[in-house]
């Protein structure tokens, strides 16, 4: 099933959180199951693996969790270790992580696969992030997915770890993604709204959806993140390090 974007009403082609909460509530009256990957059942219709890569902003992961959670709706929350623009263990993200955690919602690891740090076994390197990422959220972790996978020297959906679901092991769903602020599929408010189908393998970037300006471009979205992201950085450094001085005003600019 493919939408043109001509057939896709305003209101379901943009990205916001009124959109997002559209979206669930058209799933909802479809009668989808939103389950976790460890959940799967083969023959389950109108099953979705929803699932979040926090690649750039917990807070704006967190926004979604909360929609989700006032619609009794669970996803996996996939966190990076090793994201360049948020550390999941500072002080900050580590609380927003935990109430994501808190509201029902799954924690995964969103493994960096094209990064090696040593010749160590690529499986040994996720096994260690996962046990990391569970003791310091206080969850267990039991799926993994592979962040920029087209960059990877190794074939994600050849690696297997012990107690970890790899989020490429679902071929009976169709894998349907916003990577980019695009819609491949038209609108997913029609989407689920037709229920034509059956299973569904959703990627959703809480990045694109955490706002109310459905005209704002992905490079905006980025500029809101990093300041949000820097934002807390700085709240931390002007709470512990007396040097620091007084709060600096961020703002990003493009060259």
Request: net charge negative; charged share 25%.
């Amino acid at each position: 099933m493919a939408l043109s974007l001509d057939e896709v009403p305003p209101e379901d082609a943009c990205f916001t959180r009124d959109a997002y909460r559209s979206m669930l509530d058209a799933a909802l009256a479809s009668g989808y199951r939103f389950v976790a990957y460890t959940e799967t059942e083969p023959d389950a219709e109108r099953t979705c693996l929803l699932r979040h890569d926090v690649d750039v902003d917990p807070e704006a992961a967190l926004e979604l969790a909360r929609i989700e959670h006032e619609r009794g709706v669970s996803a996996t929350f996939f966190v990076m270790t090793r994201s360049p623009v948020y550390n999941a263990f500072g002080r900050a993200n580590q609380t927003l992580l935990r109430e994501i955690a808190s509201l029902g919602h799954w924690i995964g690891l969103h493994f960096d696969v094209a990064f090696r740090p040593d010749d160590a076994p690529i499986q040994e390197w996720i096994a260690r992030e996962a046990d990391v990422l569970a003791s310091m959220l206080g969850t267990a972790i039991e799926a993994v997915s592979f962040h920029q996978p087209m960059l990877s020297e190794v074939n994600p959906s050849e690696i297997r770890v012990e107690g970890l679901v790899s989020a490429f092991d679902f071929p009976g769903f169709v894998y349907l993604s916003d990577a980019n602020k695009a819609l491949r599929e038209g609108s997913f408010i029609r989407l689920f709204r037709d229920a034509t189908i059956p299973r569904i393998h959703l990627c959703i970037h809480p990045i694109w959806w955490a706002t109310d300006d459905a005209s704002a471009d992905p490079m905006d979205l980025w500029d809101r993140a990093l300041e949000r992201t820097l934002g807390r950085a700085q709240a931390q450094i002007v709470a512990t390090e007396r040097a620091f001085g007084t709060t600096r005003r961020i703002s990003i600019s493009r060259d």
